[in-house]
């Protein structure tokens, strides 16, 4: 299904912030430099809906986009980023369990793993929570462009292995080249209805 109109509703760092749409919503998280929000512009073939910094770490709240009136997306804080000042696992921990344990209409987590790195503890954590809450997981292994095709489905088994998830589970794609988006809308399309 192509989606057109893309629109940012609001950040949030607290429950009381977050927006009220009825629709369906999907949580995009990762590490600060997975390329969420490349992701998330590549999805709905904007440049700067979501926020892309030079400098990884920066999404700092829960960001709302509204998707054709059809989905939310809400872009995570990033974790694992030690540099400059990166959000503390604290504070993480404060925005998102709430989110994920009373957020009603939160149908899946796609968690954002650069295709070149296997998960690490945070990232299994994340997984976790989505698990705890019962919600979908789908891994989108993005930056496919930088490694071979051989090295991509080997890449997939260590990965969804180490999360613990089935290669079904996990798509490969590129935001740059802009290959692999339509495999990642099939999941959550599957998801959300």
Same mark, same amino acid.
């Given at each position: ?57 920066? *999404? ?82 993005? %930056? ?12 997939? %088994? ?8 089935? *290669? ?26």
């Amino acid at each position: 299904m192509e989606y057109h109109e893309a629109e940012y509703i609001t950040s949030a760092l607290t429950p009381a912030q977050w927006p009220e749409t009825g629709l369906p919503e999907i949580v995009f998280s990762g590490r600060s430099n997975a390329g969420k929000s490349s992701l998330i512009n590549a999805l709905v073939n904007r440049n700067n809906l979501a926020y892309r910094g030079k400098t990884p770490g920066k *999404t700092r709240m829960l960001n709302f986009f509204r998707i054709d009136e059809r989905v939310v997306f809400a872009d995570a804080p990033g974790y694992g980023y030690a540099k400059g000042g990166s959000m503390t696992a604290e504070l993480f921990g404060e925005i998102m369990e709430p989110y994920f344990r009373n957020r009603r209409n939160l149908k899946a987590m796609v968690i954002v793993l650069d295709i070149r790195r296997l998960p690490n503890q945070d990232d299994c954590i994340m997984v976790d929570y989505a698990r705890s809450a019962h919600i979908a997981v789908v891994a989108v292994c993005t %930056k496919s462009d930088k490694i071979s095709r051989s090295q991509q489905l080997q890449q997939i %088994k260590k990965i969804s292995g180490t999360l613990g998830i089935s *290669t079904a589970q996990c798509c490969v794609c590129s935001s740059l080249k802009k290959t692999g988006l339509v495999e990642v809308w099939d999941q959550i399309d599957r998801v959300i209805q």
